[in-house]
């Protein structure tokens, strides 16, 4: 299974508290109500074993199918009008994708 990894913090002035409601209520029901994506997680990070935290949120899309993802879900206006407002709420996002291995 696919897999997308969105690794980020949040803009000045977005509160742990309401990035959370925001998630629960906004964003983790729209991204799982995309055809192409299996399963939505989020989390937090509150440690590491180095001491630094480079980021904040790791978001983990489960995609069936990376092509249906980009090719169709992703172009449309439903997830576009999502990414521009996401976009008002981060800053220092890094995104990867691949393939589960196990």
Not at 12 to 30: F, H, M, N, Q, S
Not at 80 to 88: I, N, P, R, S, Y
Request: proline share 3%.
């Amino acid at each position: 299974m696919a897999k997308e990894i969105i690794l980020y913090n949040l803009k000045a002035g977005i509160t742990d508290e309401e990035y959370k409601d925001y998630v629960t209520r906004e964003k983790g029901p729209l991204l799982e109500s995309l055809p192409s994506v299996k399963k939505f997680e989020m989390v937090k990070i509150s440690g590491s074993v180095k001491g630094e935290i480079p980021y904040k949120y790791v978001g983990i899309l489960h995609i069936n199918s990376l092509d249906d993802f980009y090719q169709k879900d992703a172009k449309s206006s439903k997830f576009q009008d999502f990414l521009a407002k996401w976009q008002t709420k981060v800053s220092d996002f890094h995104i990867l994708f691949g393939e589960e291995i196990y």
